[in-house]
């Protein structure tokens, strides 16, 4: 079957790095997306990768490694806003998208 | 550039009770997707259309729930009958297409169902 393992909570402060690891078992796999969900809100699109490798959009980059089943999200200098869930996705076979549990981060001053 | 369109945003039925909701997605995608979200829980594909065509639904209670995509536009999805743990955010999400090319999906802003 398929499966996706991330982290439940993470805590951080202000200004500081994170990194929110996910970590996959699925057939097919195409790729490996995340997505961010403020409290009460729907989830939004930050990043695919279909390839080993770094992708760096703004404050937020994402790492995946095929080979280990593996990939993470480093969000830079945090801001309060960041608090939310965080969600990794992986595209597999038959073009069906699977989501994990989340990671609830939580920023403080 | 419209968004995807959820109804109602919330709804409150009593247990046995049927239900629907409504989406329109974003005008082109191809894929749709209705996503159940329990709190606390990351969202759950309940089936996946391709146009008007299911690519999955294998994690859809067919005993209770259908959905359907009418000239592979709009959809529908049905709850009859409520249980108690069908309480949760259904989510519709749309994408441009069913490829492996990048696959933003775009996220309504769900309905928020209770069953009492």
């Known amino acids: 079957g398929q499966s996706l393992e991330q982290p439940s909570e993470v805590t951080a402060v202000e200004g500081a790095i994170v990194q929110i690891n996910c970590t996959y078992q699925t057939s097919g796999f195409y790729g490996l997306s995340w997505y961010q969900q403020h409290d009460g809100g729907a989830p939004t699109f930050l990043s695919y990768n279909a390839l080993d490798g770094l992708e760096e959009t703004g404050r937020f980059s994402s790492f995946l490694s095929r080979s280990d089943s593996y990939g993470y999200l480093l969000l830079q200098e945090l801001q309060m806003k960041d608090s939310a869930s965080y969600f990794c996705?992986?595209?597999?076979?038959?073009?069906?998208?699977?989501f994990g549990a989340g990671t609830r981060l939580f920023v403080k001053a | 550039e419209a968004g995807v369109a959820q109804s109602p945003r919330y709804k409150i039925i009593e247990k046995r009770q049927s239900v629907a909701f409504w989406c329109n997605p974003i005008?082109?995608?191809?894929?749709l997707y209705w996503y159940q979200q329990i709190l606390g829980q990351g969202p759950k594909l309940l089936i996946q259309?391709?146009?008007?065509?299911?690519?999955?639904d294998s994690q859809l209670p067919k005993d209770r729930f259908s959905a359907e995509r009418l000239k592979g536009v709009d959809s529908t999805l049905k709850i009859q009958p409520a249980k108690l743990e069908d309480s949760a955010v259904y989510l519709c999400a749309s994408s441009l297409a069913g490829g492996d090319g990048t696959t933003e999906a775009f996220f309504g802003q769900g309905t928020r169902l209770t069953v009492v």
């Open positions: 005008s082109g995608h191809a894929t």
């Open positions: 259309f391709q146009n008007n065509g299911v690519v999955d």
């Open positions: 996705a992986v595209r597999h076979g038959g073009f069906k998208t699977i």
